[in-house]
């Protein structure tokens, strides 16, 4: 395999305005996901991004950003845009989709996506860790991925994705974790479908490729990590960053 790390990243949010460049000790909260990035040692990183700010913040600090139509529907889609400038002969077979409000997430993490796409039955690959309790199962904000790991598994089919507590019954529950490895053949299939309408019910674009036959794996973790959607959150990111991420 040959990855690429993408980070797709706009200023439109409504909880925190400006939340890519959002100050974190003194650099850019995009900054600090490129960092992350990096640490992983999978592959180049760029941004493709939705506003010229983001992109003068991310090529100040030295590194590669790709300005992105700002209509584009989702992050998929501006990954698959940038993909274009930035490799336009496919040297990279696999791209991952790393979003921008993650910048606490362990290197660890973006090297595991990755390992799901030794199968090449697999199309796309993503990350899960166990919900630990029945408040977190409850939240429609944490999606859940229907797989199982039996016998130490480290890699699982996901047979659906949800954001009710499912499936039924004793055992796990996994948490999905939105970072994505693709291959680049199914990125492009991917945005070329149209929304599907399970995807729709859940307002889960994953449901999308599962419902046109496309082939998600899991890769498990211990912890999810946390996305800054709030002030809140970027205190906690602060406080956290002021140690090393392992």
Known sequence: MNPIIVIP???????????????IHGRAMIL?????????????????????EIAEAVRAA????????????????????????LDPQGRHDVVVNLQG???????????AVITPLSDPMVDIATLVAPIL???????????????????GRAVSPALYFSRAAIPWGPG?????????AYRRAALARFVALPASPLE?????????????????????????PFGVDTPEDLERARRELGVEIP
């Open 172 to 180: 796990p529950l996994w948490h999905h974790i939105g970072i994505y």
């Open 62 to 85: 030295g590194a590669v950003a790709v300005m992105t139509d700002p209509s584009l529907p989702s992050g998929s889609d501006r990954v698959q845009a940038a993909l274009a400038v």
């Open 200 to 224: 729709k019910r859940e307002s889960l674009e994953q449901l999308r490729a599962l419902e046109a036959g496309m082939r998600i794996a899991c890769a498990r973790v211990d912890h999810a």
């Open 133 to 151: 309790d029945a408040a977190e199962a409850a939240l429609p904000s944490v999606v859940k991925a229907v797989c199982a790991f039996d016998g």
């Open 9 to 23: 990243s706009r200023l439109a949010s409504s909880r925190l305005p400006g939340k890519p460049l959002a100050d």
């Open 101 to 111: 409000d993650l910048p606490t997430i362990p290197p660890v993490q973006l090297r």
């Open 32 to 52: 600090h996901v490129i960092d992350r990035a990096m640490e992983a040692d999978i592959g180049p990183v760029a941004v493709a991004c939705g506003d010229v």
